[in-house]
């Protein structure tokens, strides 16, 4: 079903849910929960969406956030954003995050394949990529910029091991051979490759 005005007229008797869904059609909702949460033993979730897809071969199973756009848009727009803000005293003990792809593995997953996070740029016929597009844009921003460009990492990889050359991070002290391949990144406005090579010898 979609929900839309019309459709709201005609499903909804009571007026003042009728009314409130109608406001929320024309005019957007803010909604805003506090909670003085449930102790460290348990987690507290403002909202949750479960789907359980119960026939074989089924597709889909999303939440799906949709902005349309045919006109030029301003400085920014955003399907969907995760925002994480800490006040002065605020901190997570462990790991903070804005956004969590999580994805839980089983015996079952002897074909297909998976990753938490997919990123998916369409170019149909005609498309154009601006100034710049890329399968990922990284920012860092802010007075403190600085700082984490002095102690941050691009990233952080947990979980896996270096001393071994069949595992998918080794760590070697041969001598590197010549790059076979390079992949473009851009840092700073600036054009940066990363050499690669196919082979795991790197004498």
Same mark, same amino acid.
């Given at each position: ?45 403002? =909202?949750?969406?479960?789907? @359980? ?5 089924? &597709?889909? /199973?999303? %939440?799906?956030?949709?902005? *349309?756009? +045919? ?56 498309? =154009?990529?601006?100034?710049? @597009? ?5 920012? &860092?921003? /802010?007075? %403190?910029?600085?700082?984490? *460009?002095? +102690? ?52």
């Amino acid at each position: 079903m979609t929900l839309d005005l019309n459709t709201v007229n005609q499903s909804i008797a009571d007026f003042e849910v009728k009314k409130l869904f109608a406001k929320f059609l024309q005019e957007g909702a803010s909604i805003s929960i506090s909670s003085d949460g449930n102790g460290a033993s348990s987690s507290f979730e403002s =909202l949750v969406v479960n789907t @359980t897809l119960t026939k074989a071969a089924a &597709v889909g /199973g999303r %939440a799906r956030f949709e902005l *349309d756009a +045919n006109v030029a848009l301003g400085s920014w727009a955003n399907a969907l954003k995760a925002q994480f803000e800490l006040g002065a005293s605020g901190k997570v003990t462990g790991l903070g995050s804005a956004f969590v792809a999580e994805l839980i593995m089983s015996a079952g997953c002897n074909e297909g394949n998976y990753a938490p996070l997919e990123l998916e740029l369409g170019m149909p016929s005609g498309a =154009l990529t601006g100034t710049a @597009t890329a399968l990922m844009y990284l920012s &860092v921003y /802010g007075a %403190a910029a600085g700082t984490f *460009d002095d +102690n941050g990492f691009l990233f952080k990889l947990a979980g896996v091991t270096g001393s071994d050359a069949a595992h998918m991070f080794d760590e070697v002290t041969e001598q590197a051979v010549a790059a076979q391949a390079r992949l473009r990144v851009n840092v700073n406005g600036t054009t940066w490759y990363i050499p690669l090579c196919d082979t795991a010898a790197l004498s």
